[in-house]
């Protein structure tokens, strides 16, 4: 069975749509940086916030009134993507369509000012209205209600490779379900100075402008945003491969674990891209041994240090900026890139390939891979 | 991966639980035969400014052994424990199966752990010392280390849609192992109580100070609990070649989202039942037939309402009980654990009770199994779940 990318969909620091983020990335655009500063110290740390205007229009549906920003950002990605599928979401539609939604930290935002609450006015001081926003499925579920889909609706959580454990779950759907023609893969993140502060006492986090992918590892830029894919039965991209993917239980063996699930994927011949999730951490390390090893002449594109690292919606992101790519026939230009790595692609240029990887290291123990052909 | 064609016979071959009501399958057996309550005052975070005091918890003394005594295993979340020794005995009871897929439904993972950072960020402004804090409150990382625990490295998918994650767990891996695509998954849900999740249902006054008494005509709400429980779910072709035992086959799965509010379920019920209409049809199975539904049964005024509906609709006059009268609404693992409930049920042949139950709502018709267990022969179980965001999750097990 074949399963086809029909429709990607972003909305991103860089941009309100796929279409748009895509064009930024490729004229060498960066998503401005702006400064949150943690209000329990004096760190700070640069961070990729979404334009307000970006998600306007999903802000002013009535269901989506007082949502956490994560799931304004995953119904802004989700229409863009049957927008770019050219569907309008429809009631025939939807029922034979299923959700599979990627959350990473979720909504970290809401869930610190209620337990900022509880913790210094008391546990009757905490608000009703925060709590159910707080929940990991709370951006699914307002995306199920908007498009009006009342069977198959999964959130999944995991680290920063979550969205291409959602992609799996969602082919394993369509591969069990021959009433589903389609499923709607989201991944979205907020970002808040509680999750820099965390992520920086493991030193993943860095408080410079901008970070280097390949190189000193210092540390990542946080970012908010959502990406989503439309995967059906037909279409000109396909879906070749996907994977559960693999865990790792320490630093020291994550490498060797790498190059052992990469090449467990049995990728037939060398993909003619790789778009990576270098994002400034040891997991660039790690996919530098890989793509050294297994696919030692194969441009790297890695699209975080333009628009960030957005956790639960940068994998989902990956692919469809590798959809994008096969499209398109273009490769964008990586920015900040290290010298560790000799295959980066640093400048945008066309290309002729037909088939792209997306890798992903995630912070936390899991590494995972999806391959996208032009059919 | 192929388009299924062919249909599977999917049996639990396997059945690990630790909760409230014992630190094993065997334990919990008999607290459901003898009714007990599990629920206790709560001790783990002030409960002096919430409504609600008391939850189901599990003793950290059960769970002491659950990794071999190290400095880094002292470091790990107590969920962690919880999932590694559900895990150890769904494995050991299936007789060393070989998973190729762990599905695990949570809904707060180690946020106690995220609770008690912040804490102390806010007492010292300094970071010293807080890297594990942030290192194993993520959902995935108590999973990561129970695989670990246990020998494991396979792949993992971790769902989060609310209270009907385990049922959704479950419920993924039945319809993985029941279509081909895999032989062999193990699947469950684990959720520790933690406090902001607790004083969150107190918030929407969804909590009671009084005792659970799920379908009372008097009910006034939930109480949390806690727990892990995972189920070995095997093809029959692999669970003859092992040579290994049926607990119970699943039959039956189905999901239905109501799109109707985050909170609150649709008032006419239409969730639970959709849900369990696709779990009858998807086993082929017909209403009349189900002899025992293990409810979702929170005992607040809107669940109990809107699942009593349906149930009294779809299932007329079908024994029901909801043991988190007996342990308290343990989330994510909630499913999990009360489809585990269910296998005992079906392999001991007897009707879980619902306890703390005065007064039968007419408006129903079925019939509530109060206060005590009941020996009755048993073919059909079903499970509900209900979660925030409209999730529900009905789960269809058979007597092998």
């Known amino acids: 069975m074949k399963i086809f990318v029909q429709g990607v969909g972003a909305v991103t620091p860089l941009g309100p749509t796929a279409r748009e983020t895509w064009d930024q990335l490729c004229q060498g655009q960066r ?58 979401p429809a009631p025939e539609i939807n ?30 001081a905490a608000s009703p209205v925060l709590f159910p926003e707080t929940v990991y499925n709370a951006a699914a579920s307002h995306l199920a209600a908007l498009l009006g889909i009342d069977e198959r609706c999964y959130t999944l959580v995991g680290d920063s490779s979550v969205g291409l454990s959602a992609l799996h779950f969602a082919t394993e759907l369509l591969a069990m379900q021959p009433d589903l023609d389609r499923c709607l893969v989201v991944g979205a993140e907020e970002a808040d100075w509680l999750l820099a502060d965390a992520f920086a006492s493991w030193r993943m986090a860095t408080t410079k402008e901008f970070f280097e992918v390949y190189g000193s590892s210092g540390g990542t830029i946080f970012a908010e945003g959502a990406a989503a894919v439309l995967i059906g039965r037909t279409g000109s991209i396909c879906l070749s491969g996907s994977s559960a993917g693999q865990s790792f239980f320490s630093h020291r063996e994550s490498a060797a674990v790498a190059v052992e699930f990469f090449e467990r994927l049995h990728i037939k011949a060398a993909p003619d891209l790789i778009v990576s999730s270098a994002n400034g951490t040891f997991a660039d390390d790690v996919e530098r041994v890989v793509f050294t090893r297994l696919f030692h002449s194969v441009p790297v594109y890695a699209p975080k240090p333009a628009v960030g690292e957005a956790l639960g919606a940068s994998a989902i992101l990956q692919v469809a900026l590798a959809g994008l790519a096969l499209r398109h026939r273009q490769i964008p230009g990586t920015l900040d890139a290290g010298s560790k790595l000799q295959t980066v692609n640093c400048q945008t240029r066309a290309h002729s390939g037909t088939d792209a990887l997306v890798s992903c290291v995630g912070f936390n123990q899991q590494i995972n891979a999806v391959t996208l052909q032009v059919c | 991966m192929s388009m299924v064609s062919a249909i599977r016979r999917v049996f639990v071959t396997g059945l690990g639980i630790v909760s409230p009501l014992g630190p094993d399958s065997d334990s919990n057996l008999q607290s459901l035969l003898c009714a007990r309550d599990a629920v206790t005052t709560v001790g783990s975070f002030d409960v002096s400014r919430t409504r609600c005091k008391t ?25 962690a424990r919880m999932v590694a020794m559900a895990l150890h005995e769904a494995r050991e009871s299936a007789k060393s199966p070989c998973p190729e897929l762990l599905i695990v439904g949570t809904t707060s993972g180690g946020m106690s752990y ?27 990382k108590p999973v990561l280390d129970a695989l670990n625990a246990n020998g494991l490295r396979i792949p993992t998918q971790i769902v989060a849609n609310a209270c009907s994650s385990g049922s959704n767990a479950i419920g993924h891996g039945f319809e993985l192992v029941r279509s081909g695509l895999r032989g062999c998954v193990a699947c469950g849900g684990y959720d520790p109580i933690c406090e902001l999740v607790f004083v969150g249902f107190d918030s929407l006054q969804a909590a009671t100070s009084e005792k659970i008494r799920p379908f009372d005509r008097e009910r006034s709400g939930m109480v949390l609990g806690e727990g892990a429980s995972f189920l070995i779910l095997e093809s029959e072709e692999s669970t003859t070649a092992r040579g290994a035992t049926a607990l119970a086959e699943v039959v039956g799965y189905g999901m239905a989202n109501d799109t109707y509010h985050l909170t609150q379920p649709h008032p006419s019920g239409i969730g639970p039942k959709l849900a369990m209409q696709r779990a009858l049809r998807s086993g082929g199975i017909d209403p009349e037939e189900i002899d025992y539904v293990n409810a979702h049964g929170t005992a607040t005024i809107f669940n109990d309402a809107t ?32 489809a585990a ?15 703390n139950f005065v007064e039968p709502d007419p408006i129903w018709k079925f019939k509530v199994v109060a206060n005590a267990s009941r020996w009755t022969p048993l073919r059909f179980a079903l499970s509900n779940s209900i979660g925030f965001g409209g999730a529900n999750a009905t789960l269809i097990l058979r007597r092998v």
Not at chain 2, 120 to 140: D, E
């Open chain 2, 55 to 79: 939850a189901g918890q599990i003793p950290d003394e059960w769970m002491k052994d659950a990794f071999p005594r190290r400095r880094s295993s002292s470091r790990l979340h107590r969920s």
């Open chain 1, 31 to 88: 998503a401005p940086r702006k400064i949150m500063a943690s209000r329990l110290g004096n760190r700070e740390y640069y961070w990729c916030p979404v334009p307000a205007k970006f998600v306007s229009e999903a802000a002013r549906r009535p269901r989506l009134r007082r949502s956490g920003t994560v799931s304004l950002l995953g119904a802004a990605a989700g229409f863009d993507a049957f927008a770019d599928a050219g569907l309008k």
């Open chain 2, 307 to 338: 699942e009593g509906s349906a149930i009294s609709e779809l299932l007329d006059d079908v024994h029901v009980s909801s043991t988190k009268s007996m342990m308290g609404h343990a989330l994510g693992a909630a499913g999990a654990i009360e």
């Open chain 2, 341 to 355: 409930f269910c296998v005992l049920a079906l392999r001991e042949q007897f009707l879980p009770p619902n306890i």
């Open chain 2, 114 to 140: 995220g609770e008690l950072y912040y804490r102390r960020l806010l007492a010292t402004h300094s970071r010293k010392g807080l890297a594990r804090l942030v290192g194993n409150y993520m959902p995935q």
């Open chain 1, 95 to 124: 029922e034979r369509t299923a959700i599979v939604f990627a959350i990473c930290s979720g909504s970290v935002i809401y869930t610190r000012r209620l337990y900022h609450e509880i913790v210094t006015q008391g546990a009757n």
